[in-house]
């Protein structure tokens, strides 16, 4: 559930969502970094995609943003070792890495994960 039953949209309109400035500077931070890259809004999730294949979520929550990648695991340099994993669950056996952000040093690593995420969609083979 997002927060407070709103949709995206009106979440990144809501002063009142106690991680507003964080949820909007990620999105900015995110969608800065890279090219060729679709982003999708839905209800209660912004989709990244490249090349039609979903690659990144950004899902805010009431008291956290949970910032979700496809990638295997061992390719994520998880420094926090605050990552949850969901082995084989993604798109073409990838693993489903969230990590919850809280505070600006998480935000930074979040848009490390994403990055890395960005980084093997782009170099997979079709």
Do not use: W
Not at 25 to 43: A, F
Not at 103 to 112: I, K, L, P
Request: glycine share 2%; hydrophobic share 35%.
């Amino acid at each position: 559930m997002t927060y407070g039953d709103k949709n995206i949209v009106e979440i990144i309109a809501d002063d009142e969502y106690p991680l507003c400035e964080m949820f909007n500077k990620l999105i900015s931070r995110i969608d800065s970094k890279t090219s060729n890259v679709v982003k999708q809004i839905k209800d209660d999730e912004i989709i990244y995609s490249n090349r039609n294949m979903e690659f990144a979520k950004i899902i805010p929550e009431e008291d956290h943003i949970k910032v979700i990648v496809e990638v295997p695991y061992d390719r994520i340099i998880d420094l926090s070792g605050r990552c949850s994993v969901e082995k084989f669950a993604g798109y073409n056996d990838t693993d489903l890495v969230s990590f919850n952000i809280t505070n600006q040093m998480d935000m930074q690593y979040a848009v490390s994960m994403y990055d890395q995420a960005y980084t093997y969609i782009k170099r997979l083979k079709l």
